[in-house]
C-alpha cells in the first residue's frame, strides 16, 4: 500500500491527475482535498505513478515491490507513505525532469525499503512549428 500527499502553490487538489500504471495498465487514483491519495500495488510488480496537472511540471515515480515480502516483515502488510511536490512550469526555465524523479523498492532479503531521487533536468522539446 503506498499512501502519499501532493503539494502544489495553490492548494487546488482537484485538477490534479495521478495516473498508475502496472503490466500496461493504467488505473487513476483519486485525490483528496487535500492532497492525499493510496495506491494498493500487488507484490512482485513494477509500477509507474504519473503525476499531473496543466501549468505544473509532470512528476513519474517508479515502485518495485519485488522484495516487500522479504525478512522479518515477510506476513505484514506493508505500507509506503511519501510526498510530491509539484512545480510551476513557469519555475522551471524551459526544462522538465529527464525521467523519473525517484524510484522506491525494497531490499533483496531484508526487505527494508530502498529510495534513490534524481533531479536531472533537460531542455522541454518545442511543440511548436519552424517558420523559414
Avoid at 493504467?26 to 491519495?37: D, K, P, T
Avoid at 516487500?68 to 502488510?77: K, S, Y
Avoid at 523519473?100 to 531490499?107: K, T, V
Wanted: proline content about 5%.
Amino acid at each position: 500500500m503506498l499512501t502519499g500527499w501532493l503539494h502544489v502553490d495553490d492548494l487546488r487538489m482537484n485538477e490534479i491527475t495521478v495516473e498508475v500504471e502496472v503490466d500496461g495498465a493504467i488505473e487513476l487514483a483519486s485525490v483528496s482535498r487535500n492532497g492525499r491519495f493510496s495506491v494498493e500495488l500487488p507484490v512482485g510488480t513494477e509500477a509507474v505513478l504519473r503525476f499531473e496537472r496543466i501549468g505544473y511540471q509532470s512528476k513519474e515515480v517508479v515502485v518495485d515491490t519485488r522484495h516487500a515480502h522479504d525478512g522479518p516483515m515477510a506476513d505484514e502488510a506493508r505500507t509506503v507513505t511519501f510526498a510530491v511536490v509539484l512545480e510551476p512550469e513557469r519555475y522551471m526555465g524551459g526544462q522538465i525532469f529527464a525521467g523519473p524523479i525517484a524510484r522506491l523498492g525494497f531490499e533483496p532479503g531484508g526487505g527494508c525499503v530502498a529510495v534513490s531521487h534524481t533531479r536531472t533536468l533537460v531542455p522541454a522539446r518545442r511543440q511548436t512549428p519552424m517558420v523559414f
